[in-house]
């Protein structure tokens, strides 16, 4: 098996916040693996870190076996990133906004790509409109568009979902469940737990920095449990997700 991302004692600290504690994860090629956890939980921190966005405090991380903090502008040439509320840039149409990703990533016979996606994603209506003019939905999809449009053989998306109104999830999560079947990998994180025990090929539960359980989601179909139940016997009821 190979790992695609490994992470090894990471660690975040932001002031006198704790971020995350000292998570060691591995991700095997071919996964769609889902980070969960509770708002504040160190999720987009992880994320962020393993894509060469903030430095961990301490511990290591390589992603497709390049070190996060020794090269993480190879990391971000070679992978798809959404990351957490991002929008695109309101001064370019949605069209420029392709072309622009297009020459940084040298992506050839962009005009023919864009049409698929917009056509895919259901906003060919849109491709002339200034971004600062979408709507949140729309610059989700456009966000979406730029993270595959080169198809990196590795996706770290933050909240996929988010934005998306049940049509578009329907047609999202089939997309990246597919995306996964010829040995590409997907890096998720979410607070959806169903979404996670629907998609999710593996998951780990993140609590407060601390990584309490990773495994394959179809360890926990075989003992007849549910991801969300599980979750909350390990995070505690009455917490929000
Ligand atoms: N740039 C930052 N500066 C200070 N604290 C931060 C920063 N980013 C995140 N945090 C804190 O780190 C913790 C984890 O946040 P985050 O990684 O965003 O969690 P999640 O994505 O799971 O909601 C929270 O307590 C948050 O307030
Ligand atoms: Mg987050």
Redesign the pocket.
């Known amino acids: 098996m190979t790992a695609v991302i490994k992470a090894d004692n990471l660690a975040k600290t ?2 006198d ?1 704790q ?2 504690k000292g998570v060691s994860l591995s991700v095997e090629k071919g996964a769609l693996f889902g980070l969960l ?10 994320i962020r870190m393993l894509t060469g966005q903030t430095r961990p405090t301490s511990g290591s991380a390589s992603v497709l076996g390049i070190d996060v903090t020794q090269d993480p502008v190879g990391i971000r040439a070679r992978v798809g990133i959404i990351p ?1 509320q991002e929008t695109p840039p309101s001064f370019l149409t949605a069209m420029e906004y392709l072309k622009f990703v297009a020459a940084v990533r040298q992506i050839p016979e962009i005009g023919k790509k864009a049409d698929w996606w917009f056509d895919f994603l259901d906003f060919a209506d849109k491709k002339d409109v200034l971004c600062k003019d979408l709507s949140r939905g729309t610059r989700q999809k456009l966000m979406f568009t730029q993270a595959f449009i080169h198809e990196p053989e590795l996706a770290l998306i ?1 909240e996929p979902l988010i934005n998306f109104d049940p049509i578009m999830q329907d047609l999202v999560k089939d997309y990246l469940a597919k995306y996964v079947k010829n040995g590409r990998t997907i890096f998720i ?1 979410t607070h959806i737990l169903e979404v996670a025990e629907e998609i999710c090929s593996e998951f780990a539960i ?1 609590h407060k ?1 601390t990584l309490l359980h990773t495994g394959p989601v179809a360890d926990l179909k075989a003992r007849g449990e549910h991801l969300p139940a599980f979750f909350l016997s390990l995070v505690g009821k009455g917490r929000h997700v």
Request: zero cysteines; hydrophobic letters at 25%; charged letters at 15%.
């Open positions: 932001y002031g916040v971020a995350v956890g509770p708002n504040g939980s160190g999720k987009t921190t992880m957490e933050d994180s993140l920095g």
